[in-house]
């Protein structure tokens, strides 16, 4: 058998000093009931330290700097407070039944949720201030958006490696207004969900990377409103099912990313799309399509029209009779949302 030496922390300290976490297995659970760690100094976490919240305790960042070089782990309904302290180095870890409690006004911070979390705000203004990058880790990490949020940083939706889906969700009163930046990551695959009421305000940009992004009816239909930039990457599919809606904005921009004639980013929905805006084609990898080339970027039933389309590019009737990315154009396809000139 072997022992191990365990460092509890079960009081609730005020940190105005500079505590330099060493240990590699230093916890604040509820031992002897929750406890609460408030940050106004300066947190250090050495890189073999790991400071483990959980228990319903709560680590409260009010002000100063938690450096986090080790780990910084919270669990089991504990919370982590961003106010006016900020993180640095590695992301803060918000484990299976950890809790973000964040606020625009917050500084500036790292965090990875992972597992099953919870994504809410009890500030004057909830939501992901900006400096900050919060992101929804993959291996089938799911979080819940609680309350009504804006996202002034940036927020992503997988990782660059690793494989299994990532879900953002939220009931129906909720809704995510995102003036930031928004990215689908592809990674090594699976599904990114976002299953939220989703508005992307006039400075946001929704990032869509992932060949398998979705906004269907796993948590009831949602709706997505952009009055942004709204951008569809070369391998990049936005699928709209099960009752949820796309609404393009009279401001919104579409920015669909070209790198061959089956390599283009594109808005599969399952209900119909009352086109408007402007449409923004962006040719990558020196792609020089010759003219009259369509590209079906928007595959719906569909109203309206783009009042603008960019870049050499006219545009057309959207058609759900439209081939899917990557199969083989019909003679006789109807006009896509984008045509070279």
């Not at 500030?123 to 089938?140: C, E, H, L, S």
């Amino acid at each position: 058998m072997s022992i191990r030496s365990v460092k509890r922390l079960p009081h609730s300290p005020v940190q105005r000093g500079e505590p330099d976490i060493a240990s590699a297995d230093t916890r604040s659970d509820s031992a002897g009931g929750a406890t609460t760690t408030t940050n106004n100094g300066t947190f250090v976490l050495g890189s073999a330290g790991v400071y483990r919240v959980n228990g319903g305790s709560v680590f409260a960042n009010n002000g100063g700097a938690v450096s986090n070089s080790g780990t910084l782990a919270v669990s089991g309904g504990s919370t982590f407070i961003q106010r006016g302290g900020t993180t640095s180095a590695n992301p803060v870890a918000i484990a299976d039944g950890g809790i973000l409690d964040d606020d625009t006004s917050a500084a500036a911070g790292r965090f990875l949720l992972v597992d099953s979390t919870t994504l809410t705000g009890t500030g004057p203004i909830p939501g992901v201030a900006a400096n900050q990058i919060v992101t929804v880790d993959r291996g089938n990490a799911e979080t819940n958006l609680a309350v009504n949020m804006a996202n002034n940083g940036v927020i992503n939706l997988g990782a660059p490696t690793g494989a299994g889906y990532s879900l953002l969700r939220g009931p129906a009163a909720v809704t995510l207004n995102n003036n930031g930046q928004l990215n689908t990551v592809q990674g090594d695959g699976g599904p990114r969900y976002l299953r939220v009421n989703l508005t992307n305000g006039p400075s946001g940009t929704v990032n869509i990377a992932s060949a398998d992004t979705r906004s269907d009816s796993g948590e009831g239909a949602t709706t997505t409103t952009n009055n942004g930039t709204f951008v569809l990457q070369s391998a990049g599919v936005y699928r709209v099912s099960g009752g949820s809606v796309f609404v393009p904005g009279t401001t919104g921009t579409m920015e669909f990313h070209l790198a061959g004639e089956f390599a283009f980013g594109q808005l599969r929905a399952d209900n119909a799309v009352n086109v408007d805006g402007t449409a923004d084609p962006v040719l990558e990898n020196d792609f020089d399509p010759s003219p009259g080339t369509r590209f079906p970027v928007i595959v719906a039933g569909h109203a309206g029209s783009f009042s603008d389309v960019l870049n050499g590019f006219t545009g057309g009737a959207p058609s759900p009779s439209e081939p899917r990315k990557g199969a083989s154009p019909k003679a006789n396809t109807p006009p896509s949302a984008a045509t070279s000139q």
